[in-house]
């Protein structure tokens, strides 16, 4: 028998008999391969080709047409489409059946196939209009219960929650009888409603072509090819065929991006790097226990070598079987994970496992089972086979040499992140803190060496555990390390989110205050911005409305006042009202008597403090129809509603004084309307000009993504933690047999395994805090800078790294203590 094959025997009966060991080095190795391999199955089974989506989209047909909104200019080509307003207005005529047939040729059979909404008292739900009886539109829609509508009929998909029989009561529409229930192949949460002659009401917000409109499947003599496409295109037609579908040209290959691949190394070092620093605990108290069992093979002829493969042998067997039930699991958990998501929002093709990724993954876990052994087996060549056997603990010996080189691997990543920090992208930082997490992790056994040191001032039980900590180096090592390289990722990904997010809100500007409502018409008549008028005041009773104004010239031109100035380091361009006293007091959200009397002087009250010029305002009148003016207005500085806020106030006779006529054409409310308004429907229907805004505000928040961080941390500190402390209890049990023999209470000895899990973590967390705090403030650098001249901004989320650095060594402190650790009777010698 070869010295490999024996190897892995003894490895699979030592793996068997360390049950609760092996399932830990399991967990700690799989759980990466399986959350990575469950989200790349997720993410490819719920990304829905062209041609795994071909049915639900044409059904039998050979080709789908949509009519595109007048007036569109439509591009089709295999890498996308483009569309826009026609650049002379001119609108594409609206096609009726046959000359959609007489564009595809004789022999094409065409049936309707239109989209849009129905709208349902207060909600609009979508809605197709076909014949689900006709043999064409076979695959679009699976039947689960009843039958297809016919006249006056509908079937609903199951997210709607109606079965059939029951009626739905459409806006300004009689009533229509649910016949049938059916659902999408690929998107079960769809909420539609299906029949051949339903109210279709137009979708009022903006979409792309192909997604709602007036549109037909088609039965073709001849497959609608690309060749064919300019020519639908052109008369208004968004195309999609099978013969688009399958001859669409391959996608060319991403040419090699530096940048890219230096990401993906760096992901996988960190990746693997926290499995190791987390299974080599394991590894390590697994070698303690079986010293004696090699030492015996040592003495009966094994070679170093033959030690070293053993205890490798380990790491093969384990990881190989972690992995094996990772990969399996993660396919599972991601093609039914993409089930689940689905029904929540998205859609969901047939199982697909993207076998090059997967198999990656895979062997990464291998290597890495083999990794976390490496050191033990280095340790086990290297054990004196005589101490071993007379029951001495062998002597721990100091690699002097090895915080030498941590140093000089921190010391290059500093000087890597300095250089990076003023490098476009955060790639080169990330892979800056992988030198600098190396260099740490090498220093870590110095560290856990030298912070014991004060050991003996402390209490008995946190004596005993840190003096423990220091005595079985390794495995300390190990956990602290893993700890500190979690804390220092997610601490720099909290800086740098939250440097991100401080410097969007502070970029962020608006001429209105928050929660005000504009509404404004373009260039149209007096009589009808009356009627307007009055239609907004009737919609919107007893809100307060201000006014605001256009300007004209004499040649009846619109004009806007625009100035510009520096928001934030960006240049910024704004556009200044024309109003009253009114209008100043809502953009200002109080009465302001020094700015109302500059107003009322004819002067312009400005928000912006650089736009101002030894009290003077520069503006510039642009007109799409007239030539552009320059003016400088007097103005004076004043305090807006918000902080964010800027913009300027022109008074009516300012404006008419520089050669313009003023016209009220907006209006202005503190409002907010609710989240089923149909303001902007109603007055539509009085003039289709009419335009609404709302300002809401900067809306982004940090929260999700910081406290995202925090969760994962959570479980990698505290179950990373947990497992260490585990391990360590286990290795300590002769000691605490010791102390429980000549008295200690039960709370002491917790309180000794409690130790453990605050020295391991309160030392990774300190220098993780460090490590991620360079790499952090390093990172806002390329993250919120936009062009030259833009200065970083550099934030700290105080909670958030108070929570981490202390709040989660509190946590994992608490859960040592409370769990229950049993102390088995232990034999000893008279």
């Not at 769809?190 to 709602?212: H, K, T, W």
């Not at 691949?261 to 108290?285: D, Y």
């Not at 380091?569 to 302001?592: F, K, Y």
């Amino acid at each position: 028998m070869s010295a490999v094959l024996a190897a892995l025997r003894i490895a699979r009966r030592n793996a068997w008999r360390s049950r609760g060991r092996s399932a830990l080095i399991m967990v700690m190795i799989g759980l990466p391969v399986l959350v990575i391999t469950a989200m790349f199955t997720l993410i490819d089974t719920m990304n829905v080709t062209g041609q795994e989506g071909m049915v639900a989209e044409l059904g039998a047909a050979d080709a789908r047409l949509m009519q595109t909104p007048a007036g569109t200019v439509l591009r089709q080509e295999p890498n996308g489409a483009s569309w826009g307003p026609g650049g002379d207005g001119a609108a594409a005529p609206s096609l009726g059946t046959a000359e959609v047939m007489a564009l595809l040729g004789p022999g094409t059979r065409l049936i309707p196939f239109s989209t849009g909404v129905l709208r349902l008292g207060t909600e609009q739900v979508d809605a197709l209009e076909t014949d689900l009886r006709d043999p064409l539109t076979r695959g679009t829609l699976t039947l689960r219960e009843g039958r297809f509508p016919s006249a006056r009929e509908v079937a609903v998909t199951p997210a709607l929650g109606l079965r059939p029989g029951d009626l739905l009561q459409a806006s300004a529409a009689t009533p229509l009888t649910v016949v049938g229930v059916v659902e999408h192949p690929h998107r079960p949460s769809l909420r539609q409603v299906v029949g051949p002659d339903l109210p279709l009401a137009p979708f009022d917000q903006f979409s792309s072509p192909g997604e709602y409109g007036t549109g037909w499947l088609a039965d073709t003599a001849k497959p609608v090819s690309w060749t064919d496409v300019p020519t639908l295109n052109k008369a208004g037609l968004y195309v999609t065929s099978r013969a688009m579908i399958t001859n669409s040209p391959r996608t060319p290959a991403r040419a090699f991006d530096v940048q890219y691949m230096v990401g993906i190394g760096a992901m996988i070092v960190m990746v693997a790097l926290e499995t190791v620093l987390l299974a080599g605990p394991a590894f390590a108290v697994g070698l303690r226990r079986r010293r004696r069992e090699l030492a015996e093979i040592a003495a009966q002829g094994g070679s170093a070598g033959h030690l070293r493969t053993i205890v490798l042998a380990d790491g093969l067997v384990l990881g190989g079987a972690a992995t094996i039930v990772a990969t399996a699991l993660g396919i599972g958990i991601g093609v039914l994970g993409a089930h689940v998501v689905a029904h929540w929002g998205g859609q969901v093709g047939p199982p697909d496992v993207p076998w090059s990724q997967v198999l990656g993954v895979a062997a990464l876990g291998l290597v890495t089972g083999l990794v976390a052994a490496l050191v033990p087996a280095v340790q086990a060549a290297r054990q004196d086979t005589v101490t071993v056997l007379a029951g001495r603990a062998p002597a721990v010996a100091d690699r002097p040499g090895w915080p030498l080189v941590g140093a000089v691997l921190v010391l290059a990543g500093l000087g890597a992140t300095v250089v990076a920090r003023r490098q476009p992208g955060s790639v080169r930082v990330l892979a800056s803190a992988v030198l600098i997490l190396l260099g740490l992790v090498v220093a870590t056994p110095w560290l856990v060496g030298y912070t014991g040191r004060p050991a003996a001032r402390l209490r008995l039980p946190l004596r005993v555990s840190v003096r423990d900590a220091v005595r079985h180096r390794s495995r300390t090592a190990s956990a602290v390390a893993a700890v500190m390289a979690v804390t220092a990722t997610v601490v720099a990904m909290g800086i740098g989110t939250y440097s991100d997010y401080m410097d969007r809100r502070n970029a962020y500007t608006s001429a209105r205050p928050t929660g005000m409502l504009a509404i404004w018409a373009g260039n149209i008549g007096d009589a009808a911005w009356t009627r307007l008028r009055a239609e907004t005041a009737r919609r919107l009773p007893g809100v307060p409305l201000a006014a605001g104004y256009q300007a004209k010239d004499a040649r009846g031109r619109r004009y806007a006042l625009r100035y510009t100035m520096r928001w934030n380091g960006t240049r910024t361009r704004r556009t200044a009202a024309i109003g009253d006293q009114a209008l100043l007091r809502l953009l200002q959200g109080r009465h302001d008597p020094q700015a109302a009397a500059a107003l009322a002087s004819g002067k312009a009250v400005v928000f912006d403090a650089a736009a101002l010029r030894d009290g003077k305002l520069a503006l510039r009148a642009g007109s799409t129809s007239g030539p552009p003016r320059k003016l400088e207005v007097p103005a004076v500085l004043a305090t807006p509603a918000d902080k964010h806020q800027g913009g300027a106030l022109l008074p009516r006779a300012l404006v008419e004084q520089a050669g313009f006529s003023t016209a009220e054409r907006q209006l202005y409310a503190m409002h907010r309307l609710p989240a089923d308004s149909t303001l902007w429907r109603d007055l539509a229907k009085v003039n289709s000009r009419v335009t609404i805004a709302a300002e809401e505000g900067y809306r982004n928040v940090p929260d999700a993504g910081l406290w995202g961080w925090l969760v994962g941390a959570l479980v990698l500190v505290v179950g990373g933690t947990l497992a260490a402390t585990r391990l360590a209890a286990a290795d300590m049990r002769s000691d605490r047999a010791t102390m429980a023999a000549i008295g200690a209470p039960p709370g002491t000895l917790r309180m000794v395994v409690a130790g453990q899990a605050l020295y391991i973590s309160v030392l990774g967390a300190l220098v993780g805090l460090v490590a991620g705090t360079v790499t952090g403030v390093a990172l806002s650098r390329p993250m919120t800078t936009h062009g030259t001249g833009d200065p970083a901004t550099i934030a700290i989320p105080w909670p958030f790294v108070i929570a981490v650095v202390v709040g989660l060594p509190i946590l994992a402190t608490v859960a040592a203590l409370v769990t229950r650790s049993r102390l088995p009777l232990a034999r000893r010698l008279l």
